[in-house]
């Protein structure tokens, strides 16, 4: 298990060790807050060198500068603070100078962490670039990511809720985003490790077996970024809660901007349900992926 205080911001893995599919460590360190209401996923925003947050659902809450007994004097909703990160305004929360989209209509989602962008349809939710999101096990007590993702999209945020008060969850329909990939590992591994760690957190804990995952296939984004592909996807995930559902997920691994290690882009989501992000409509947004200059 890892331990120690990740720099914020970073999006990968710790050096050293093969990391289990199941059991990828995010990219944050300690203290581990209070888990508040959900379980599907968690968001996190890291401000500057603060790392002190508070998950709850999707929608979660931010504290800055304090640990439980901030929590319970000043709670914020999820990716607001008092001092925000970087410049926003209310179409567009990315930082100022943000590059353009090459889908007319569409907006651009940036990790200028890890130096890469893409475009997502309008309605698409994007968070800051400080953003991270996770799943952790069901009811683990330490809640220990099993994957993350930072500067997230997310398609319909609440598109299912359940529960209520403390312990409401609430379920996005799709989000997709960017992230470091363990220094040893393999294209095809660390690309089959996303998928399968995405669909098994969210579609159909506890039961690994209904998880299948496609071959690996080389694929060329508009940009001419070259990396490796895999797809996977759910059948007959249990559904005992208004929110369950079958899920997909394609994870995209490539060289990062120095060439010298390995970003993941992974896109997830419900499937065989009303609404289902289309097919189509994810191929073209992995299309868009690209890289940009990080920040030195």
């Not at 790392?51 to 640990?67: C, H, Q």
């Not at 990315?94 to 569409?106: L, M």
Request: glycine share 12%.
């Amino acid at each position: 298990m890892w331990q120690g205080q990740q720099p914020p911001g970073d999006g990968g893995y710790p050096q050293g060790g093969q990391p289990n599919p199941y059991q990828q460590p995010g990219p944050y360190g300690p203290p581990r807050p209070p888990r508040g209401g959900g379980n599907r996923t968690k968001v996190i925003a890291i401000a500057a060198a603060t790392a002190v947050v508070i998950a709850a659902g999707i929608t979660g809450f931010l504290v800055l500068g304090g640990g439980k007994d901030a929590e319970a004097k000043d709670p914020k909703p999820a990716g607001h603070s008092t001092e925000p990160t970087a410049p926003a305004s209310a179409d567009n929360p990315r930082a100022d100078g943000s590059p353009k989209p090459v889908v007319p209509g569409w907006k651009v989602v940036t990790n200028p962490a890890k130096g890469v962008a893409f475009d997502v349809p309008p309605e698409w939710d994007r968070k800051q670039t400080d953003w991270v999101t996770y799943v952790a096990e069901k009811d683990d007590p330490e809640d220990k990511p099993l994957v993350a993702m930072m500067a997230p999209a997310l398609l319909n945020p609440t598109w299912c809720s359940s529960g209520s008060g403390d312990k409401k969850e609430n379920m996005a329909l799709a989000a997709a985003g960017s992230r470091s990939e363990h220094a040893g590992q393999e294209p095809e591994a660390a690309a089959r490790a996303n998928v399968e760690a995405w669909i098994y957190g969210f579609y159909t804990q506890p039961d690994k077996k209904k998880i299948k995952s496609g071959p690996a296939e080389l694929y060329t984004t508009k940009s001419g970024l070259s990396g490796t592909l895999v797809t996977a996807s759910s059948s007959g995930a249990p559904k005992k809660d208004k929110c369950d559902s079958d899920g997909k997920a394609t994870a995209f691994v490539f060289k990062n901007p120095k060439g010298n290690e390995y970003t993941s882009w992974t896109i997830f989501g419900a499937k065989g349900v009303k609404d289902e992000l289309p097919d189509d409509t994810l191929r073209k947004i992995l299309s868009t992926v690209r890289l940009m200059e990080p920040p030195k």
